[in-house]
């Protein structure tokens, strides 16, 4: 019984990956599915006399191959004024800054700082450069 469950799981796993597979194959396939069947069938005709530029007919007088005249009109806006609502602090809601410089104390000198006995410099010595043989080698550079 437990065998015949885990095939059944097996079988609906692997269907729907199929399905999946399927589906997928569809979604992207439809981008050109139109195209190709107005282009396979008869409303090929159809679509392209649907999807063509109508021709232009004469209207009211005025023949299809009459020239277009084009008039150019510079347009200017008016100038701007100043209005006393537009100046007037108490129509915006502003609100005032007051601005106070800071001012340091001046530094002094401490006694603790000058005694030398808080403060002993710490003597660092470095080991002397030796040469090594493989840093002169010419085999090591490929010299």
């Known amino acids: 019984m437990k065998t015949k469950n885990n095939v ?3 079988i609906l796993r692997s269907a729907a990956v199929v399905v999946s597979f399927v589906l997928i194959s569809f979604t992207v396939s439809a981008q ?3 195209k ?3 282009e396979n069938t008869g409303f090929s005709d159809i679509a392209m006399a649907m999807a063509a530029p109508t021709e232009i007919d004469d209207v009211e007088g005025i023949t299809a191959d009459a020239g277009a005249n084009y008039y150019f009109v510079n347009e200017v806006e008016l100038a ?4 006393a609502w537009m ?3 108490s129509k915006f ?3 005032q800054f007051v601005y106070s410089e800071a001012a340091e104390t001046s ?4 006694d603790w700082m000058m005694n030398e ?3 002993q410099p710490v003597v660092e010595e470095e080991a002397a450069l030796e040469l090594e043989a493989w840093m002169v080698s010419e085999n090591t550079w490929e010299i």
């Open 8 to 10: 059944q799981k097996a």
């Open 32 to 34: 050109t599915f139109w």
């Open 36 to 38: 190709r069947l107005l």
């Open 80 to 83: 701007m004024e100043v209005e």
């Open 87 to 89: 100046t007037d602090d």
């Open 93 to 95: 809601n502003t609100t």
């Open 107 to 110: 530094l002094e000198l401490e």
């Open 117 to 119: 006995t808080l403060f």
